[in-house]
């Protein structure tokens, strides 16, 4: 059996209707693809893809997870790497998202933007119209724009005023605290649609796949009734 679908239970034997209770968002900055290094890139290409596989060998039959590109370098070099993620992401089923930068977004056709300030992220929206997705950092629960999609909520933020918002705000939510498969369960059980995953990922000692399969199985674990077997 495949380390994609290995463990004790046969984890991925039956397919799951719909998506996950929260799915993974996963920061990649563009250092990791080498910047310039043909070797490094191609490395990280195909540790992305791996995991990609590993997440489309869950149980679900859909999969609902975010990369966030970090742009660092030049903008020709930012958009080049851009593209091959965009079509990957867009291949495999998962949403891209660009930090901060909207013409990188556009030319690169992600799926949308991350803000990390938060009247930014107000603005865009008269300006990329309706369908492009727009998530922003937020440093507390009281204010949140009616115009964004995804709300993340700085560590400050408990678990219990991101539950409230859930229940009250339309829009998706997730914590910035860094989550692995030991303590993502409260985040889950809280409400949150995404778990910031990308220390975890990014730093696995083995892959990012296997990181994926670990935090997949532990969010399964978590909504699993308990006599279930």
């Known amino acids: ?23 993974l968002f996963w920061t990649i900055n563009e250092s990791a693809f080498g910047a310039g290094d043909e070797k490094t890139a191609l490395d990280m290409v195909r540790r992305l893809r791996m995991a990609i596989l590993a997440i489309n060998a869950s149980p679900y039959e859909k999969n609902a997870h975010i990369i966030e590109f970090v742009a660092e370098g030049n903008a020709a070099e930012s958009l080049k790497i851009l593209e091959g993620l965009q079509a990957i992401t867009s291949h495999s089923g998962l949403v891209l998202l660009v930090r ?21 992220a107000v603005e865009a929206r008269s300006l990329i119209g309706d369908d492009p997705i727009i998530a922003a950092h937020l440093e507390s629960v009281d204010e949140i724009p009616n115009n ?37 369960g409260a985040y889950v059980q809280a409400g ?4 910031n995953a990308s220390e975890y990922l990014n730093a696995h ?4 796949a296997k990181a994926a399969v670990n935090m997949l199985y532990a969010i399964d674990l978590t909504v699993r009734p308990a006599n279930a077997h």
């Open 1 to 23: 059996m495949k380390w994609w679908n290995m463990n004790e239970e046969n984890w991925n034997k039956d397919k799951k209707k719909g998506a996950p209770p929260s799915g």
């Open 205 to 208: 000692p083995e892959s990012p």
């Open 100 to 120: 901060d930068s909207l013409s990188l977004a556009a030319q690169s056709k992600a799926d949308g933007i991350v803000f990390t300030d938060v009247e930014k």
């Open 148 to 184: 964004i999609d995804l709300a993340i909520f700085s560590d400050k933020c408990s678990m219990q005023d991101i539950t409230k918002v859930k229940i009250s705000s339309p829009c998706t939510v997730m914590s910035n605290v860094a989550l692995n498969n030991e303590n993502c």
């Open 192 to 195: 949150c649609d995404f778990l």
